[in-house]
């Protein structure tokens, strides 16, 4: 079978909840992909950063490997030799004291509104029903029924009523905003540190320093959702750094499964964490020692490999040298380490230029209509990233 079959069958026999470029990937290795012809490719999307370490990192294969082969799933009616010793690791990475695992990132954010929910009646003394959550307008956490109702992304929202009461919305990097939205029943604050999905937003510097503070204030949890911002992709273990912010709770998930397999979890402190009790809250997968295995690969990866240093000191090469791009439909390049955008003029077609860009060996996606996001395996050298700017540049200044 070649691409055009594949394409055919996904589209016959599969949903069409995708819009996917006309691109088939069989093999992938490190930052490259290869479709069944044998064409090469540079990742830029990273499954949407789930691939901070590279496709198929040989350390997190083999962990996966020797884990398959000893015991895959226990759930969590019975203990495992594995969990424990991987959520020790993720809390000294994160600098928390309890985590909870689940396994896609839709999971770990529901998981954090529940925890939320429950401290704000068991801690804050808020009245059960009565708890509010706030959000920010184009926030992306997920796709599941509460999820889709803290959305202000039409697509994403039309028609899957009765929504889930109980958040309030603001504007984003704009903490008065979220100050003058603050009740006695508000239990959370739930924001991205950078809006991946809405396009690479970066807030102001000082935001999310002011909107820990007001949290702190007013005794209300700051949720932290690094989903796709975590796990060293802005430069640093987790986008808060660069602001030296502590949250109550932070939503994790895509590279902590090293691209493997999904896994996700919440970290927090134990004050906030001990309102779990045995049935309140979990998952059969959830902990899992495959999981566990993969993760914990995953995250001794990112430290033995410094990949923050190589995203933080990459991504300022990526931004300087397309900011130099002569083209006047390019409007801006914003970003932070690795997780960087190029902004066209609104209404342009920028599927069109990822069909280019594919034409000439870089895949990468148009998030928005407008914007494109470049965010490639964190792994990548100084060549390969200027071997795919030459590229980037050529498309760009052709347009
Ligand atoms: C910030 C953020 N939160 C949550 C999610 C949802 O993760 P998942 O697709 O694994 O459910 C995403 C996915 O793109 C994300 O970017």
Redesign the pocket.
């Not at 689940?102 to 429950?118: D, P, S």
């Not at 992306?140 to 889709?148: D, E, K, L, S």
């Given at each position: 079978m070649n691409t055009q079959d594949y394409i055919k069958m996904d589209e016959t026999y599969g949903a069409h909840n995708y819009h996917p470029l006309p691109v088939v990937i069989s093999k992938a290795e490190g930052v490259k992909v290869w479709d069944p012809e044998g064409r090469e490719y540079y990742d830029f999307l990273s499954a949407?950063?789930a691939v901070n370490q590279g496709h198929r990192h040989p350390k997190i294969i083999d962990a996966l490997i020797e884990q398959a082969g000893r015991c895959t799933l226990t759930s969590r009616a019975f203990h495992n030799d594995v969990m424990g010793v991987y959520l020790k690791k993720l809390c000294e990475y994160t600098g928390f004291d309890v985590a909870l695992p689940m396994n896609?990132?839709?999971?770990?954010?529901e998981t954090a509104l529940k925890i939320a929910r429950r401290w704000g009646v068991e801690k804050k003394g808020i009245e059960n029903g009565k708890q509010e959550i706030i959000c920010v307008k184009e926030n992306?956490?997920?796709?599941t029924i509460t999820i889709v109702s803290m959305s202000t992304d039409e697509v994403a929202r039309v028609n899957y009523g009765p929504y889930t009461p109980g958040f309030v919305i603001v504007d984003y990097n704009d903490a008065k905003a979220i100050e003058d939205a603050i009740t006695e029943n508000t239990c959370a604050v739930i924001i991205?540190p950078i809006q991946?999905?809405a396009g690479v937003y970066v807030p102001d510097e000082g935001y999310l320093a002011c909107v820990r503070s007001i949290c702190t204030n007013h005794n209300v949890l700051m949720i932290d959702?690094e989903?796709?911002?975590g796990f060293c992709r802005t430069g640093k273990k987790f986008a808060v750094d660069h602001e030296n912010v502590k949250p109550d709770l932070m939503?994790l998930?895509?590279a902590l499964g090293g691209g493997v397999i999904?896994v996700?979890a919440v970290v927090g402190t134990k004050e906030v964490m001990e309102i779990f009790t045995p049935g309140s809250h979990g998952s059969t997968f959830g902990g899992y020692p495959i999981a566990c295995a993969v993760a914990k690969a995953s995250l001794e990866v990112l430290e033995d490999e410094h990949l923050a240093e190589n995203a933080q000191e990459l991504g300022k090469i990526f931004r300087e040298e397309l900011s130099t791009v002569k083209s006047d439909k390019v409007v801006q390049v914003r970003g932070k380490g690795l997780l960087n955008a190029v902004v066209f003029e609104e209404g342009f077609e920028a599927y069109d230029v990822c069909l280019a860009l594919k034409e000439k060996g870089v895949l990468a996606k148009q998030t928005h209509g407008h914007i494109i996001r470049f965010a490639p395996p964190l792994v990548i050298t100084k060549e390969e990233l200027m071997d795919a700017i030459k590229i980037i540049k050529g498309v760009l200044e052709a347009l």
């Amino acid at each position: 079978m070649n691409t055009q079959d594949y394409i055919k069958m996904d589209e016959t026999y599969g949903a069409h909840n995708y819009h996917p470029l006309p691109v088939v990937i069989s093999k992938a290795e490190g930052v490259k992909v290869w479709d069944p012809e044998g064409r090469e490719y540079y990742d830029f999307l990273s499954a949407y950063s789930a691939v901070n370490q590279g496709h198929r990192h040989p350390k997190i294969i083999d962990a996966l490997i020797e884990q398959a082969g000893r015991c895959t799933l226990t759930s969590r009616a019975f203990h495992n030799d594995v969990m424990g010793v991987y959520l020790k690791k993720l809390c000294e990475y994160t600098g928390f004291d309890v985590a909870l695992p689940m396994n896609t990132g839709a999971e770990a954010v529901e998981t954090a509104l529940k925890i939320a929910r429950r401290w704000g009646v068991e801690k804050k003394g808020i009245e059960n029903g009565k708890q509010e959550i706030i959000c920010v307008k184009e926030n992306f956490h997920g796709r599941t029924i509460t999820i889709v109702s803290m959305s202000t992304d039409e697509v994403a929202r039309v028609n899957y009523g009765p929504y889930t009461p109980g958040f309030v919305i603001v504007d984003y990097n704009d903490a008065k905003a979220i100050e003058d939205a603050i009740t006695e029943n508000t239990c959370a604050v739930i924001i991205e540190p950078i809006q991946g999905e809405a396009g690479v937003y970066v807030p102001d510097e000082g935001y999310l320093a002011c909107v820990r503070s007001i949290c702190t204030n007013h005794n209300v949890l700051m949720i932290d959702d690094e989903i796709q911002t975590g796990f060293c992709r802005t430069g640093k273990k987790f986008a808060v750094d660069h602001e030296n912010v502590k949250p109550d709770l932070m939503t994790l998930g895509k590279a902590l499964g090293g691209g493997v397999i999904p896994v996700s979890a919440v970290v927090g402190t134990k004050e906030v964490m001990e309102i779990f009790t045995p049935g309140s809250h979990g998952s059969t997968f959830g902990g899992y020692p495959i999981a566990c295995a993969v993760a914990k690969a995953s995250l001794e990866v990112l430290e033995d490999e410094h990949l923050a240093e190589n995203a933080q000191e990459l991504g300022k090469i990526f931004r300087e040298e397309l900011s130099t791009v002569k083209s006047d439909k390019v409007v801006q390049v914003r970003g932070k380490g690795l997780l960087n955008a190029v902004v066209f003029e609104e209404g342009f077609e920028a599927y069109d230029v990822c069909l280019a860009l594919k034409e000439k060996g870089v895949l990468a996606k148009q998030t928005h209509g407008h914007i494109i996001r470049f965010a490639p395996p964190l792994v990548i050298t100084k060549e390969e990233l200027m071997d795919a700017i030459k590229i980037i540049k050529g498309v760009l200044e052709a347009l």
